[in-house]
């Protein structure tokens, strides 16, 4: 409401793969909006904007995931229907996609660049690998897929034109067809949709549209956004046995602080992080 | 985002019952949301006002429920701790409440005014009926809760001057203690919340609220909510029975006890079926 | 838990569309457990047979409809991916699908039947209507959508041996392409989705499978069922304005349309209003 | 269905805290159900018990939450109302309460042992302390806090004399009155629940049926348990910065592949705590 800090952000058109996009379309809320909605649970008034990115921070840590929910980010999307099946898996939003039975699907399909086009990965069997595919053969297989994609819009165009129900003359469209959707969901499902496809297991072709939306909300919530990055996206999980090799390893004992503070650890981060590390070390 | 018409609603303190409120924070959204919502699925570009008001009318007749799901609502509740025992029920929103273990809880309880003690319903097990208490034993009674909720928070702070954890020290306290939160929920949830929590059978308290709410938004989303007004609220629902009963009756009154079991109509189901028709026929 | 009752129903696969089916893995309660966690609501002890049933049909009756959330189904589905598109919208169920990235996609196409190709409706913008193509141009058709669905899988499996990676190869496969997962839900969200999908304006695709869940369910929650059948199926539901007109009409026919225009009836609600009303007075 | 394994589980009664319990009523699914789920998505047949181990833990490692999803728990608990209260926060269940609108409220109260009256916390604002209150003072206390229970249960009776309705007479009942509910909530959300409620921060009284039900599920799904309690019970999350930390700490290189199986990492979870050491320190 009443905010116009996000303006020109607002409605413009982010590039995705070959035909699509993410519009952020409206947003409700700013990292102040969490730090007043923790402070309900507190019972505490506001405070300086220091304290404020350290509420964040702590919020964050801890996974006190609540006052996340407090944004809300509605965008529109435009996206291959493989992309789409993906993505539908995240429950938590609110969804308006274009629909094929009302009406005519558009001729737009996703086409992958040379780049896109690799070999299955050998250890991951959900993967493509780094390996790319002979360049002839790229070419030959992107020809193919064009050339399908045209012949598959011929047959949806002449079933339409035999009056068949758009229903049922779209069954044979490819998975690689565009669609649209609206898209609302709140912060706290966003980063947890993000965490799950920025992950480089994630497919490529999702990835793309995780990375825009990331870089778009960096600049509505810049300190929830950091923290999100330092705690989570870039955070390592180690089992109960791998902290027993961990200690093994750990000869040198715990930094002092001003070796701390040089790698960004401090205030009660840093007495965190000492109570972390005691308790592995000492267990 | 860069809403100014609702200026003037948003923070204002709605009072509720004797200490509570509902304040509208935010708001994502209006009765073009919706519109425009609908019209990504339709694949069509945006209309006249008449056909808008027409296509949300469409929509709600038909619960094709997701457009609505596009309005987003914040608002921050004060609510005796039995009110929101029941509205919690309502698991689709987002809610950051004021926590009893970080902070202590204020001393503001919920008195009822004396219309509100009335004896229990004999026809409804879970209600109150229009029945008033004796006017004396009235006073009686709410002195005898006021002295009570008075006592209990003395002994409350009695624990916490003695340093018991304020964990502890709030168990004794009673249902009637306000507490406080926020609560964001999507327009079609809301309404879910509203159909509930307007109906007579709803209890008082939480109804107040459910009516200050619906006035807040009626005036955000004006078309939807008087759609919503003609379906649902105030819509009746006929049983596959009680449609065969409805087409004898007009041919003539309502049928005769007898007639009324051949369409299957019987036992309390009768009764019901009965207050039914009276109500629309003697409207 | 230790119920043989339905043993013969579980893993039973029921045949839909050409190469789909239905398979019930899994069931926690029944009718009875339906009435067992009402009471503990309601505080009551076991009653008996009939004092269940009237308690079902009262919480039907009444969208009291926690206590069917009580009662947990599993199934296996195996359903064409344009299909498995509009099921997935259901949200409250829990889905493992088997993945194309994964594993390679099974050469299984739904080719629809003469009977299902049909002319696009000119009354409903969403569905196919009752009128059949042309027989010669419809064995056309299905001899088309036969033939590109066979080349597509040629182009997978030339991907495939080229070892281009499978999250790639399949993009072009057609909607029309079986899939198969795993949907777990409770019986209240499954009378929602079932309400939604029984209903005539439901493709006819997804329909087959509606009926064929309906159908099982039935056996294992026979008086719900009933109570789904009579109070929410076969109901029909009139707004505020169509309340007035009913109440005219058990004087006399349905109003003319000046009359209508003053209960304020016109339009497209004022069509539908006269479809519903003769659908019951005709019936 | 059909399992009569866990028959001796069903309906027993666990004591929790002075008056409550936990009773398990209903299981659907177990260790197998998942691992078969999860071959749905990867499309693979069944394979030994020591590969399903394998899966539920490469499972639970990579946070691939949907296959636990299809084990479902009915439980019965009687807990107090404050406990209720942090319980019914988590919204991914179904519940059936006892109504204070329907029924009466039975006279049984939560009265803390000695030991549960502690001290605030300096340390942790939500939290008790170790320390204990001073001895003669805890008896006061208690006895203050079951007088006061005594009374304010007279006081209902009371106005239920008077015909006051339950709605209403119900209001000034403490915090601490006991409830009961059915809870019914699948695997992966169950797990979400008991870490949040097994954590140290979790007040003492929900921490008590976290540890029982904690018990009873490690029955029914032992591996699944076992795997949670390696990766997430017992797992410690290093942030961005920790890890540059903890870089620093690690002298000593990656212990060698034996010293790696005295603490239990092994197979593919050892090739994968290698890629994960390696990542930061090579970072």
Request: net charge negative; glycine share 4%; aromatic share 10%.
């Amino acid at each position: 409401m009443n905010d116009n800090r996000f303006t020109e952000l607002i409605g413009k058109e982010y590039k995705c793969l070959d035909k699509g996009f993410v519009r952020l379309l409206d947003v409700m809320g700013d990292d102040s909006s969490i730090v007043q909605a923790a402070r309900v649970s507190y019972g505490k008034g506001t405070k300086s904007v220091s304290e404020d990115r350290g509420l964040i921070r702590y919020l964050m840590r801890h996974r006190h995931t609540s006052p996340f929910e407090m944004v809300e980010f509605k965008f529109h999307v435009k996206l291959p229907i493989f992309v789409a099946r993906q993505w539908i898996r995240h429950r938590t939003a609110n969804v308006n996609e274009y629909s094929g039975r009302y009406s005519e699907m558009k001729e737009e399909c996703y086409l992958p660049e040379t780049n896109a086009i690799r070999a299955q990965s050998m250890t991951n069997k959900q993967a493509r690998s780094d390996e790319q595919i002979d360049a002839e053969e790229t070419a030959k297989i992107i020809g193919m897929l064009g050339d399908t994609q045209f012949r598959l819009f011929r047959e949806y165009d002449e079933m339409l034109n035999k009056n068949v129900a758009r229903e049922i003359a779209r069954i044979n469209l490819p998975l690689s067809t565009y669609t649209e959707w609206y898209w609302k969901i709140d912060l706290h499902n966003l980063f947890h949709f993000l965490k799950l496809r920025l992950d480089e297991h994630a497919q490529y072709e999702i990835r793309v549209y995780a990375e825009v939306m990331s870089d778009i909300i960096r600049q509505i919530v810049p300190i929830t956004y950091e923290a999100f990055d330092d705690f989570v996206l870039n955070s390592q999980t180690f089992s109960k046995s791998e902290l027993k090799a961990l200690k093994a390893m750990c000869q040198g004992g715990i930094p002092d602080d001003t070796k701390l503070e040089e790698f960004g650890i401090k205030g009660g981060e840093r007495t965190e992080f000492k109570l972390k590390m005691r308790s592995f070390l000492e267990d």
